[in-house]
């Protein structure tokens, strides 16, 4: 079946620590994108791709790291320099824009 | 500055009690709104895209409506399954800005 898989759903990282979130799509689709959801807040864009091998920042990309190197896949690293990473994080991508995008099931990240 | 609320912030309805939900928007230009299901725990679901005021769509117990100032996302008899939180979002004519709104989590009892 056609879909976008996020790994793993739960993440549990200690201070100081970089951690890599997994986006996979075999909907061969173009433009992918990350965004960051907390509670009572919109889903904030962190990073998106248009095209392989390029990327661009979001709003919110600071303490943030992306690769594009091939079409399915867009991993997401939270390095230590991210004040504030607890958080649920959904990946998406959409054959152009991000309006009509197909997401992934998120991955809740906890700092312990 | 492209600006999304959404009202109320949580809203309880008993089955079968209809109402709204809304989502009011600033936008320098609006290409397109869109409204959104998600269900806890996953990534939001693609309901409806507006375009453009006076627009409606429909899909079984929900119907969104635009204006130029906000969009409304109507329950009719909602049931049980119905519950999730809603987001909206908007495009604006330059299609840089995408911006959600913080959502509507709505409970509907049986």
């Known amino acids: 079946d056609g879909g976008i898989t996020q790994s793993p759903k739960y993440l549990f990282r200690k201070e100081g620590q970089n951690v890599t979130l997994s986006c996979e799509q075999n909907l061969n689709h173009d433009a992918m994108y990350w965004y960051r959801q907390d509670p009572g807040q919109g889903l904030r864009l962190i990073y998106y791709?248009?095209?392989?091998?390029?990327?661009q920042k979001g709003d919110i990309a600071e303490g943030y790291s992306v690769s594009r190197e091939k079409k399915e896949s867009f991993p997401l690293t939270v390095t230590s320099a991210q004040k504030n990473p607890t958080a649920f994080y959904l990946c998406?991508?959409?054959?152009?824009?991000?309006?009509?995008?197909?997401f992934g099931q998120g991955t809740r990240l906890t700092v312990v | 500055e492209d600006q999304v609320t959404q009202s109320p912030e949580a809203l309880r309805l008993q089955e079968g009690e209809s109402s709204s939900l809304n989502c009011s928007y600033t936008v320098s230009g609006l290409r397109g709104l869109f409204w959104y299901r998600q269900d806890p725990g996953k990534g939001p679901e693609f309901l409806f895209t507006?375009?453009?005021a006076g627009e409606e769509k429909e899909k079984e117990r929900l119907k969104a409506t635009l204006t130029k100032k906000e969009s409304f996302l109507h329950i009719t008899a909602p049931k049980p399954e119905d519950s999730a939180t809603y987001l909206c979002?908007?495009?604006?004519?330059?299609?840089?800005?995408?911006?959600f709104g913080p959502g509507t989590r709505l409970s509907v009892l049986p």
């Open positions: 979002a908007v495009q604006d004519n330059y299609g840089q800005n995408f911006v």
């Open positions: 791709s248009q095209i392989v091998n390029d990327f």
């Open positions: 998406a991508s959409s054959p152009q824009g991000p309006a009509e995008a197909f």
């Open positions: 507006l375009y453009s």
